[in-house]
């Protein structure tokens, strides 16, 4: 197994935090990780939601929380750890988790019809209970939805605390843009904005990928940010892609 494969240990990245996360209408599911975080004795949590709408950076913001209070915690996605697809890879994997005080365990689509996968997290969420350890999970669907064959997994499951992620509004996403740019020392009007939206990928994380491609063009061209280099870029990419 590489270490791909493994729980990943990580320091948590910065920008993947809480205060980093704007939550639109998702103030409550923000909250129930908080408090999983923080303490042993909070609800377990189940997050759902469309791809981007940032539910692997709320399970990692939720171990940095713990973090920051002195709970060890661990982030390992379920579709990771599969590797070469391989069952016994992934059953062994979820089996050799643990020990930490909290959990985060995303992707959980990954291991569905896969019945030794299934019983070991099956197992995993029983001996957290015992050790007293907190489960947070994401998934894009409820567990009912995501395809399990396991039904005493899908009851587990289906009983932490629901959240479902609700996408931001197309303003939200136009303030979290220009906020991410300015941290970036990149000067986007209206018109650069609304060229964005209407041309390219409106999803948070396809709109920060491009911001990164932004920065680094201008920079390199010693250009400002303007409808006709943004025309330019994307362009090329289109052509080159």
């Not at 909250?31 to 709408?53: H, I, K």
């Not at 982030?75 to 089996?95: E, F, H, K, M, V």
């Not at 499951?157 to 941290?183: F, H, I, M, N, Y």
């Not at 201008?218 to 052509?239: D, H, N, Q, W």
Request: contains cysteine; glycine residues 10%.
């Amino acid at each position: 197994m590489n270490t791909g494969q493994l729980p990943l240990a990580m320091r948590w990245p910065p920008q993947q935090r809480f205060e980093r996360y704007v939550p639109g209408e998702n103030g409550a599911t923000v909250e129930l990780l908080r408090q999983a975080a923080g303490s042993s004795v909070a609800n377990w949590v189940f997050v759902s939601g469309a791809a981007a709408s940032g539910k692997t950076h709320l399970l990692i913001a939720a171990c940095a929380a713990a973090s920051d209070v002195g709970r060890g915690a661990q982030y390992i996605s379920l579709r990771g750890i599969r590797g070469d697809g391989a069952a016994t890879d992934s059953s062994n994997a979820i089996r050799a988790l643990g020990g930490s005080a909290l959990l985060a365990i995303d992707d959980v689509d990954a291991i569905a019809g896969d019945r030794d996968a299934e019983h070991a997290m099956f197992d995993l969420y029983n001996r957290c209970k015992v050790e007293k350890s907190t489960l947070v999970f994401a998934e894009g669907l409820p567990p009912a939805q995501i395809g399990l064959g396991l039904p005493d997994l899908v009851s587990r499951l289906s009983s932490c605390a629901q959240g479902v992620l609700k996408p931001l509004t197309d303003g939200e996403r136009r303030d979290v843009v220009r906020a991410r740019a300015d941290a970036r020392g990149i000067a986007l009007d209206d018109s650069a904005l609304d060229w964005l939206f209407t041309h390219t990928q409106r999803d948070l994380g396809s709109l920060t990928q491009l911001l990164e491609r932004i920065d680094r063009a201008s920079l390199a061209a010693k250009r400002r940010v303007t409808v006709p280099f943004l025309r330019e870029l994307v362009g090329a990419e289109k052509t080159n892609g």
